[in-house]
């Protein structure tokens, strides 16, 4: 039976709260920037007020500091599009219920095999972990989806829009970052969520991928090569090491799927 949670209403019904169009595949950090950036005179408070607010306020402020994230993370990470990745993930997001919010994907020049979901819908994953993909979309699709639940279900919201970050934050467009905000976003950056985390963004990546007319499968035949990809028993830097055993997360997703069926 398939979940409504994940198929788009009648135009009819839906409710488009989110003054901004969708973000074009093809546009740069820059021209969002220049076009939808947060005004200087923003501040924490209303940042903070916004979070707490309204759908439309919440989805706003998460762009608004999603954009200040993204450009502190590019400025460190050379970044790119890809065609391939745009076209799975436009199967993906085609099949959300929720229209407001938008998502923007790149790859990254990171050198680990690394993916990660920044507030606001921007989304990295590492070219050395594409590669490892290879030509397995359904692969590809489930570490999209994966990492979109983690925007969705708040999860990177609480990661990153703390007091601290936000108000480093602010100051990014007239001082710059301090040190002390660099290295607490590269700490985030590479930081784990909690396993209930991971299990329920696996979840939510089966059905994702299933309802967008991609094999959850994929979810399986990633973790397995990530397993072979080394003997180190730490092979994937902190991005992977603390997340949930790859094995217990397989048998998971394996379950999930036969549940599904």
């Known amino acids: 039976m398939q979940n409504s949670l994940f198929f788009a209403e009648p ?133 999209l989806a994966h990492e979109m639940a983690h925007g969705i279900h708040g999860d990177a919201n609480e990661r990153y829009l703390t007091k601290t970050v936000i108000s480093g934050l602010l100051r990014l467009k007239t001082r710059g970052l301090s040190p002390g905000t660099q290295q607490l976003l590269a700490r985030l950056i590479q930081q784990g969520y909690s396993r209930e985390q991971e299990f329920r963004a696996d979840r939510f990546a089966v059905a994702l991928t299933r309802a967008a007319g991609f094999d959850p499968e994929g979810g399986c035949r990633l973790f397995s090569n990530l397993r072979k990809t080394s003997n180190d028993p730490n092979p994937f830097g902190a991005y992977l090491s603390s997340h949930p055993p790859m094995d217990e997360r397989i048998k998971r997703i394996e379950k999930r799927i036969k549940e599904r069926a």
């Not at 021209?31 to 408070?45: C, T, V």
């Not at 890809?82 to 994907?105: G, M, P, V, W, Y």
């Not at 990171?110 to 590669?131: H, M, Q, R």
Request: charged share 25%.
């Open 11 to 143: 135009a009819a019904f839906r409710r488009y709260i989110f003054p901004m169009d969708p973000i074009p595949a093809n546009r740069s950090l820059a021209y969002l920037l220049g076009r939808r950036s947060a005004p200087l005179f923003l501040k924490a408070n209303w940042i903070f007020k916004a979070l707490a607010g309204s759908e439309k306020e919440k989805i706003s402020a998460e762009f608004q500091m999603g954009l200040l994230l993204a450009q502190a993370y590019e400025e460190k990470v050379p970044t790119f599009g890809s065609n391939r990745l745009d076209e799975i993930a436009a199967q993906l997001t085609a099949r959300l219920r929720n229209k407001n919010r938008q998502h923007r994907f790149r790859l990254d020049q990171s050198g680990e095999l690394n993916a990660c979901a920044i507030p606001g819908g921007f989304i990295y994953v590492s070219e050395k972990l594409f590669d490892l993909c290879g030509e397995d979309t359904d692969a590809i699709a489930f570490v």
